[in-house]
Nanobody
Framework: QVQLVESGGGLVQPGGSLRLSCAAS????????MNWYRQAPGKERELVAG???????NYADSVKGRFTISRDNAKDAVYLQMNYLRPEDTAVYYC????????????????WGQGTLVTVSS
């Protein structure tokens, strides 16, 4: 069984910063793309940022220039540095990863973390 464990959420004032972390644990062969999504109250879940194994990155337009995604392949971990936070960034942030297993057969599937709440408020 593969799990993604997130940490780093909390309450921050507008203009502040937070760093989210997510690490994969369990039995697997490799991790492919890793992503951060978020879901605000009453809204659909949206992609915030994604990074491939090779380091190709994409961001939602709303966070470009403020958020930075990075990963540590040796630790099977992904991070999201969030700067200049705004009240509209308030949401539950979810880590997502593509997981590859080879036993008993090759499989490539998606795993989600439990979510971590980020609240931006004065």
């Amino acid at each position: 069984q593969v799990q993604l464990v997130e940490s780093g959420g909390g309450l921050v004032q507008p203009g502040g910063s937070l760093r989210l972390s997510c690490a994969a644990s369990g039995s697997f062969w490799a991790i492919s793309a890793m992503n951060w999504y978020r879901q605000a109250p009453g809204k659909e879940r949206e992609l915030v940022a994604g990074i491939t194994t090779e380091g190709t990155i994409n961001y939602a337009d709303s966070v470009k220039g403020r958020f930075t995604i990075s990963r540590d392949n040796a630790k099977d971990a992904v991070y999201l540095q969030m700067n200049y936070l705004r009240p509209e960034d308030t949401a539950v942030y979810y880590c997502n990863a593509g997981v590859i297993t080879t036993t008993p057969r090759y499989e490539h599937f998606q795993v989600w973390g439990q979510g971590t709440l980020v609240t931006v408020s004065s």
